[in-house]
């Protein structure tokens, strides 16, 4: 098993930027890929960006367009999400996952997901 916990949260004005961070325990040698998606009310979970945990490969979100940055510090077993120039759009709730065998924008493809952080951006 592997527990996520997402932090880093919270209200921000458009234009701003929030630094989204998901602390891995538990079997996490099993990790092959972290991701982060979101989901705002009413719609369905979309696809934020992913990580290849060994090698630090990236994979972005159409709408990212280079606002997004996401790393990892393995030694912590830590995963970010640096957002900038955030938009009211980029509204939701962030979820951290955690993929034992894919890199991948599905979230069928991830075992473990975190509880989420809410992300608020003001007009």
């Known amino acids: 098993q592997v527990q996520l916990v997402e932090s880093g949260g919270g209200l921000v004005q458009a234009g701003g930027s929030l630094i989204l961070s998901c602390a891995a325990s538990?079997?996490?040698?099993?990790?092959?890929?972290m991701g982060w998606f979101r989901q705002a009310p009413g719609k369905e979970r979309d696809f934020v960006a992913t990580?290849?945990?060994?090698?630090?490969?990236?994979t972005y979100g159409d709408f990212v367009k280079g606002r997004f940055t996401v790393s990892r510090d393995n030694a912590k077993n830590m995963v970010y999400l640096q957002m900038n120039s955030l938009k009211p759009e980029d509204t939701a709730v962030y979820y951290c996952?955690?993929?034992?065998?894919?890199?991948?924008?599905?979230?069928?493809?991830?075992?473990?997901w975190g509880q989420g952080t809410q992300v608020t951006v003001s007009s």
């Open positions: 538990g079997r996490t040698f099993s990790m092959y890929a």
């Open positions: 990580i290849k945990w060994s090698d630090s490969s990236t």
């Open positions: 996952a955690a993929s034992r065998r894919y890199i991948s924008s599905a979230p069928a493809r991830y075992d473990y």
